[in-house]
């Protein structure tokens, strides 16, 4: 059974562009969230999606923003890519919206902002 | 700012000894505490996890203390092992206003020598 897979797994962008990050969930979740993980930091929570539809929303500009599709798969966008927005970035799905429903994390997008 | 403090950044411990790491919180609405453990490249994965109403869970080698009137909780870790050496984040969740949403502490570097 795969867990969360997310695509790519590296990408170097220049600052100014726009990029999107892919994750397909584990088989049976339905809930998919986004975490920013700076180099040496916690994980940063962006938003939720559930039902194809944003339900929750960390303290991130409107730069980011993203999308659940009909087969629960999510992508992140961020536009006008700044040198701070280089990170790890981190989705997890979930069966429920809840974190005790067992959160699955994927290995992560690794995005670099030259 | 920051809602969940964990201590210490790093931590050398041999074989065979006690690994302890310490958080604290002050959002008294927090009801669901999980440790993840990542290993470089890797995203995090659950450890081990405790609701409120108890002081302590333990699973094999790996025991949670949860002191509620302090508003803190350790991840104690057992006869560590080489194999234990990986980041070690706590982190909270308000299950009645932001169900899904977890704070993360900004981590330990947990290292284990032979």
New interface residues.
Partial sequence: DAG?TQSPTHLIKTRGQQVTLRCSPKSGHD?V?W?QQAL??????IF?Y?EEEE??R?NFPDRFSGHQFPNYSSELNVNALLLGDSALY?C?S?PR????Y???????TRLTVV | QQQ?K?SPQSLIVQKGGISIINCAYENTAFD?F?W?QQFP??????LI?I?PDVSEKKEGRFTISFNKSAKQFSLHIMDSQPGDSATY?C?A?D?GS??????????TQLTVWP
């Avoid at chain 1, 040496?40 to 929570?45: H, I, R």
């Avoid at chain 1, 919206?97 to 005790?100: I, Y």
């Avoid at chain 1, 067992?102 to 992560?108: A, C």
């Fill in positions: 969360v809930t969230s975490y040496g930091q916690g994980p940063q929570f939720q559930y339900r929750q960390g981190l997890a979930s919206q809840g974190a005790g067992g959160y699955t994390f994927g290995s992560g | 969940v964990q669901y999980p993840y490249g890797k995203g995090p994965a659950l996890a609701r984040f982190a969740e299950r932001t169900l899904g949403r977890l704070y993360f502490g900004r981590g």
